[in-house]
């Protein structure tokens, strides 16, 4: 994995790197990371876990360095002891630092909260076994579920992920699909599997697929089953039932979490058909245990038009009720 830092501007460079890049030689050999800089930009590349380290140990370095014009070898290697040990204490509870940031990157920049919504729903994950989000597209409903996570999983707090998705079409008949069952609910899963390709190479997915650790499943494959040790999620939850949200609820096992994601204003159920996530917003408010989290439009993250075609088609909503 490559990640991409960008230095704090009044940072000097020479102190950071030391005499003939001599930091970065001890960085490496703590870290067991590559590093190279250029253009007030620390280039960081190798495994996952020990890149997020190394992101958690530069931002210590950059921190002190604030405060202070030397940094010799033992304080680096002071930092580094330090930052790890924090890390590892911290192992039990995996989430968000302080500035809502997590320790998986996606595109080479680590995954960080962009609202205050979007915190609380990060939070929320680690303080709750069970969270509901709401919310329109772009508020990163799926992608946040899904980097907590990768997060759990490389810190051996859970054993497995499983994601989920129920196969309701979006108000067009498909029809008849041919191949076998993995080609015919493929299109209904494939949103999950690109939220996981942004935070782990194509190999690594495969490999973790191959050997469960990762499972990618329409809703009607979760029946009768018990889900330990693993963080569960189900992706456009308003296309449930009641009935099919209390089946995938009581799923939940030992030692596991479970993220319910959707958009009640986007539910494509045959008409008169209730959806279970309104239904079990309803029904579960107040138990403990249990979060809801509720994104707007001030949380849209994609393209800013995104947010404006929110916006309007819920004034017309509004304006014909």
């Given at each position: 994995m490559n990640l991409n830092l960008v230095i704090d501007p009044h940072i000097d460079p020479?102190?950071?790197?030391?005499?003939?890049?001599?930091?970065?030689?001890?960085?490496r050999e703590l870290l067991n990371v590559h590093l190279s800089y250029r253009d007030d930009t620390l280039k960081v590349s190798g495994e996952p876990a020990a890149v997020s380290r190394a992101a958690a140990v530069i931002g210590e370095i950059q921190r002190h360095l604030r405060h202070h014009s030397h940094l010799d070898r033992d304080q680096l290697v002071a930092i580094v002891r330090r930052t790890e040990g924090e890390l590892d204490r911290d192992a039990t509870t995996a989430g968000p630092d302080d500035s809502g940031t997590l320790d998986v990157a996606a595109r080479g920049q680590l995954?960080?909260?962009?609202?205050?919504?979007?915190?609380?729903?990060?939070?929320?994950?680690?303080?709750?076994?069970?969270v509901f989000c709401e919310g329109p597209a772009g508020t990163g409903k799926t992608f946040l579920a899904v980097a907590m996570a990768v997060s759990l999983l490389r810190r051996s707090i859970i054993r497995r992920i499983v994601l989920v998705r129920p196969a309701v079409e979006a108000g067009e008949k498909l029809g008849f699909l041919p191949g076998g069952i993995e080609e015919k609910v493929n299109p209904y899963l494939r949103p999950l599997l690109d939220a996981l390709s942004d935070m782990m190479t194509f190999e690594q997915i495969r490999r973790y697929m191959a050997n469960d650790i990762i499972e990618v499943a329409p809703l009607a494959y979760m029946r009768g089953r018990t889900l330990n040790e693993a963080i569960v999620i189900l992706d456009e939850a308003q296309n449930t039932t009641p009935a099919q949200m209390l089946m995938f609820l009581t799923r939940l096992g030992?030692?596991?979490?479970?993220?319910?994601?959707?958009?009640?204003?986007?539910v494509d159920l045959e008409r008169g058909q209730e959806s279970g996530l309104i239904d079990a917003h309803r029904t579960l408010?107040?138990?403990?245990?249990?979060?809801?989290?509720?994104?707007d439009k001030s949380d849209i993250v994609r393209h800013r038009l995104v947010q404006n075609i929110v916006q309007a088609y819920g004034e017309r909503t509004q304006g014909t009720n």
């Amino acid at each position: 994995m490559n990640l991409n830092l960008v230095i704090d501007p009044h940072i000097d460079p020479s102190v950071l790197l030391g005499h003939a890049d001599r930091n970065l030689k001890v960085l490496r050999e703590l870290l067991n990371v590559h590093l190279s800089y250029r253009d007030d930009t620390l280039k960081v590349s190798g495994e996952p876990a020990a890149v997020s380290r190394a992101a958690a140990v530069i931002g210590e370095i950059q921190r002190h360095l604030r405060h202070h014009s030397h940094l010799d070898r033992d304080q680096l290697v002071a930092i580094v002891r330090r930052t790890e040990g924090e890390l590892d204490r911290d192992a039990t509870t995996a989430g968000p630092d302080d500035s809502g940031t997590l320790d998986v990157a996606a595109r080479g920049q680590l995954v960080q909260a962009k609202t205050q919504g979007q915190g609380r729903y990060l939070e929320s994950i680690v303080h709750n076994d069970l969270v509901f989000c709401e919310g329109p597209a772009g508020t990163g409903k799926t992608f946040l579920a899904v980097a907590m996570a990768v997060s759990l999983l490389r810190r051996s707090i859970i054993r497995r992920i499983v994601l989920v998705r129920p196969a309701v079409e979006a108000g067009e008949k498909l029809g008849f699909l041919p191949g076998g069952i993995e080609e015919k609910v493929n299109p209904y899963l494939r949103p999950l599997l690109d939220a996981l390709s942004d935070m782990m190479t194509f190999e690594q997915i495969r490999r973790y697929m191959a050997n469960d650790i990762i499972e990618v499943a329409p809703l009607a494959y979760m029946r009768g089953r018990t889900l330990n040790e693993a963080i569960v999620i189900l992706d456009e939850a308003q296309n449930t039932t009641p009935a099919q949200m209390l089946m995938f609820l009581t799923r939940l096992g030992e030692r596991s979490k479970m993220i319910v994601t959707g958009d009640p204003s986007q539910v494509d159920l045959e008409r008169g058909q209730e959806s279970g996530l309104i239904d079990a917003h309803r029904t579960l408010r107040g138990i403990k245990g249990i979060a809801f989290v509720k994104l707007d439009k001030s949380d849209i993250v994609r393209h800013r038009l995104v947010q404006n075609i929110v916006q309007a088609y819920g004034e017309r909503t509004q304006g014909t009720n």
